[in-house]
């Protein structure tokens, strides 16, 4: 019926037309006019909601314009060069409701030549008389202003000062859930913290967070919820995403895994040879590598851990260099090894590579029937999974509400660790990022953890300059935090435009690194202290996990670690005065060389124990200082399109190399550099063969 009205040659006058689509427009109303400004999440089309006019929603088909508001020049360009052509359709809708429920497969149309310039006419009309909505960066803001002419006042007080207030001290120390955050050595007051709030607020910080929480679509650029807090929530939580509670869904597959994961533990699943599988090798790369590899690397230690995991081996492969590959398979035997592929789409170039190597280890030794019992997947992909070999009964899922950096929690990281480590320990380091998650949803800024570790972030990154971070847990356990961390901050914050696509005047994100312990303090402290001002994360644990006591000694091993935990910040905070390397007596040629200047900003986390449950906490607490740092920035911390640029680039290097390697192709279509060095590359490795038989690694 509408599609017949469509193709009316006499279409009825706009004010005829029933108001079923709600006011929405790219641009800013007139007083007059209930026309609220949203941006839509794609990229294009640019989408016209028009009321009282047009029941439809009319979209101008054009790719060349990005995903943000267009500037009037733009507009009157568009209006007068291009838009007349731009093939149109409409989408009819009834109601607000369906008209969310409905898609374009079943309700575009195309326009008629009548009502395509009728139309046209009508969106001229009415974008005449719009004013373009200035897109609000928050620099734009006052509380932002009034925090950069904070910056001086801030400049002339030293560390030293500030930390012989002890109202200030006390103030600035945070405890929730056996976590202590003292954050009393950061370069800021009380009233810098206030500031700091204010900022949250003129951000909308709150809102934010509720609206990840809620399910919202806050990926805008790819459409997508950010749940990865629905990845712990208990069975009887709700967490709805568009509209669906989806922890039923969670818990659905979280037992699937468990069970699955019990009968290899228990031996009821075995290998090809009728051996029980003792090793597991994960395959898997960015976030499907990082966050297991570092829960797995802190669990390793803890008693209770280590006694689930007695006589199992778990190792992560994820570089596509074969020597990654060598390392894994060194000392496995393919009867008693188990691979798990993560791959959402199992299409992931590297990932699919080192999974065909590895499918060929076992096919090599076993069969190619064996592929079936000692592969298994984490996809969503299950005509690809059972195309690989794998059975789609052992396929896990996952969905696209959870970001490959934020994953640790769902299938990609729960599988592995439940094969090493069983459920009991898993479910203890789930509960603990879910207690993270209900105090940063609920507790009020000035106490909430999360909220306040990212809004000292933007302040040292924005205001104060410091663009780098160092991240320093003293506990070799934690060897593979900063690592994992590196990922979730640089490519969550990694930005340069807003969350609506306008380039940003300030800089966004920070440089992170870090080594565990007294390791780094023999490493690259000498920069953190005589070079470079670096905000530092000091992070300690009051038990160690192996706590050893030798006869004689004037401390113990954890106690001598903890010592340099203390001592750190103050030697950052106070530093060393011309004045006191006097009294000590030290000659002036190396009184230069001996002065600390001090004033340099740390925050010391000190968490009471790291068993699993104080893991999850730890993750949880810098995923959503992640999140708070993005949403005081305004922009989309959810995304990466960064990534994808090389992943392109390199698409057209192998085809070089393969056309170059079969079929001596020249090389072409790059610039004289590259085109160099890739003739290099292939001219001394001309022993490679062109169709190779397959070889294995061998250590």
């Not at 506990?475 to 930005?495: C, D, R, T, Y």
């Amino acid at each position: 019926r509408r599609e017949s009205s469509l193709n009316n040659e006499n279409p009825p006058p706009p004010h005829s037309l029933p108001p079923y689509v709600p006011h929405r427009l790219f641009v800013k109303q007139p007083p007059s006019l209930p026309i609220s400004s949203r941006l839509e999440p794609h990229a294009s089309p640019i989408t016209f909601f028009l009321n009282s006019q047009l029941p439809f929603e009319i979209e101008s088909r054009f790719s060349p314009l990005p995903n943000r508001l267009i500037p009037p020049a733009v507009l009157q360009y568009e209006r007068n060069e291009r838009l007349r052509s731009i093939p149109l359709v409409a989408r009819a809708s009834p109601s607000p409701v369906q008209r969310e429920k409905e898609t374009e497969s079943n309700s575009c149309f195309e326009f008629s030549a009548v009502w395509r310039s009728h139309l046209i006419s009508v969106v001229l009309a009415f974008a005449s008389n719009f004013q373009m909505a200035p897109t609000a960066l928050i620099c734009d803001t006052q509380p932002w202003k009034d925090l950069k002419a904070h910056v001086e006042e801030i400049k002339k007080t030293h560390l030293r000062e500030l930390l012989t207030d002890t109202e200030r001290c006390k103030q600035m120390l945070l405890e929730f859930d056996g976590i202590t955050l003292d954050y009393s050595r950061q370069q800021a007051t009380l009233g810098t913290l206030n500031k700091l709030q204010k900022l949250a607020e003129a951000a909308h910080l709150k809102d934010k967070i509720e609206r990840m929480f809620n399910g919202e679509h806050i990926n805008s650029t790819e459409n997508r919820s950010v749940l990865h807090v629905a990845l712990r929530a208990p069975r009887d939580a709700v967490v709805k995403s568009d509209g669906k509670n989806v922890v039923p869904d969670v818990w659905k597959v979280l037992d699937q895994i468990k069970d699955f994961s019990d009968k290899v533990r228990n031996g009821s699943w075995v290998g090809a040879t009728g051996k029980p599988l003792t090793n597991v090798i994960s395959v898997g790369i960015g976030g499907s590598f990082l966050g297991p590899l570092f829960v797995h690397t802190a669990l390793q230690t803890d008693p209770e851990a280590s006694k689930q995991a007695k006589g199992r081996q778990l190792r992560f492969l994820a570089n596509v260099d074969p020597i990654d590959v060598a390392r894994n398979i060194t000392g496995l035997n393919p009867e008693t090894t188990l691979v798990v592929v993560v791959s959402k789409t199992f299409t992931t170039a590297e990932t699919m590579l080192n999974a065909r190597t590895l499918r060929t280890w076992i096919s090599k030794e076993l069969g190619p029937s064996a592929v079936a019992k000692h592969m298994v997947a984490v996809s969503t992909n299950l005509m690809l999974v059972e195309k690989f070999g794998i059975d789609p009964k052992n396929a896990f899922a996952f969905w696209d509400w959870v970001g490959g950096r934020y994953s640790v929690c769902s299938a990609v990281g729960v599988m592995p660790l439940f094969l090493q480590y069983g459920f009991s320990v898993v479910e203890k380091f789930l509960n603990g990022a879910w207690s993270v998650d209900k105090h940063f949803s609920s507790a009020p800024f000035e106490k909430n953890l999360p909220v306040l570790l990212g809004l000292l972030s933007v302040w040292n990154v924005s205001f104060l300059g410091y663009p780098a971070r160092a991240i320093l847990p003293y506990s070799q356990a934690l060897e593979k935090f900063a690592p994992h961390i590196q990922q979730v901050s640089m490519e969550s914050n990694g930005k340069g435009v807003s969350i609506d696509g306008v380039p940003l005047p300030l800089e966004t994100g920070e440089i992170d690194f870090g080594e565990p312990g007294t390791n780094g303090q023999h490493s690259f402290y000498q920069l953190i202290h005589q070079g470079r001002v670096i905000p530092c994360d000091f992070i300690g644990v009051i038990k160690s996990q192996q706590p050893v006591y030798l006869e004689g000694e004037i401390v113990n091993n954890h106690d001598e670690l903890m010592s340099n935990f203390f001592a750190q910040p103050d030697a950052l905070a106070y530093g060393k005065t011309h004045e006191q390397l006097l009294k000590e007596n030290v000659p002036d040629h190396l009184i230069p060389h001996k002065t600390f200047t001090g004033n340099r900003p740390s925050i010391s986390l000190l968490l009471s124990s790291l068993d699993a449950y104080k893991i999850g906490q730890l993750l949880a607490i810098y995923e959503h200082r992640v999140a708070v740092q993005g949403f005081i920035w305004g922009i989309n911390s959810f995304d990466q399109w960064g990534v994808e640029l090389g992943k392109s680039l390199a698409t057209q290097v192998r085809k070089q190399l393969h056309a170059s390697r079969t079929k001596k192709a020249p090389v072409q279509g790059f610039n004289s550099s590259t085109t160099t060095l890739l003739n290099k590359y292939l001219q001394e490795s001309l022993d490679v063969p062109a169709t190779p038989s397959t070889l294995l690694p061998k250590v």
